[in-house]
């Protein structure tokens, strides 16, 4: 087990400009330099942060074909594609500032029509080079409408200089055999990207640190109704007077559940905690999911890491 002296890491609670890809992926160099600047190893950005959570698939029936298809359409627009010039400028920053990046983002299909949309995780190193990348599993209920499934080959575990470190997308998070895979990949940081801003997430990140013994960062959103602009005319369909779309709600967990940063609410902030390892180790010697209480006599555990065909 990588064991090193205490080191801090951040989460990015802040919006994006909302389905504008470019000056979206500048706000993320800006903070991106911000958290390095600020001692930081890690910045974890919020889920689709860029170009922004698609929240409409929760207000608009699906008879509204016309105005979905055109809302579609500028999802894929202002979509990236690994690599490209966005992912270029994020890596450029990160080598620049000496920060390990894991941000969520819309990603074309560039393997197939090049049209349909993952909902993914991209992790950069400190060196500025693209570590790979993780899809979403299964979008959650109205989800569905915008994103396709992500397969195995995309669910990994990364090593870097300061810890392993991998990375589960908002309700993938409830999965328990997603999570046992990064229990499993021995897992220290656990990147948490969500739009779920509910005391029962933040009660389930306490829940999921102390299970897998490794620390969480839950990173959301902080969105408000004047970050989306008045064009968009699925605004209406929130209800009079509401100024908060996600309030955020972000935090960061240690191995005995305990939040040692956060939570943030209704302000955009980057929130910061210290990571000492020495307790993910001190966590495994009661209990250990992926060790002495995997129980491999008892059970088999599989996970199929081959490209689905249909993407």
Known sequence: MLLRNPFRVAAAQVAPIFLNRDKTVEKACDVIAEAGRNGAQLVVFPEAFISGYPDWVWLIPNSKGAVLNELYAELVQNALTIPDTSTSKLCKVAKQSKIHVVIGILERNTEASNASLFNTLLFIDDHGNIMGKHRKLIPT??????????????????????????????????????????YMGGTQILAAPTWD????????????????????????????????????????????????????NSC????????????????????????DLTLVAQSKRMFDAAGHYARPDVFTFVVNRGESKSS
């Open 197 to 248: 801003k509910s005391e029962n997430w933040r009660l389930s990140m306490k829940h999921i640190a102390r299970e897998g013994g490794m620390f969480v960062i839950s990173c959301c959103m902080a969105l408000k109704m004047q970050d989306i602009p008045d064009k968009y005319e699925f605004k209406k369909y929130y209800p009079e007077g509401r100024e908060w779309i996600n309030t955020g």
């Open 252 to 275: 960061i967990v240690n191995p005995d559940g305990e939040i040692i940063s956060g939570p943030v609410q209704m302000k955009e902030e980057i929130l910061y905690g210290e990571v």
């Open 141 to 182: 209920g109205a989800e569905r409408l915008v994103w396709a499934q992500g397969d195995g080959s995309t669910l990994q575990v990364f090593d870097t200089s300061f810890a392993r470190l991998g990375g589960l997308i908002c309700w993938e998070n409830y999965m328990p055999l997603a999570r046992q895979t990064m």
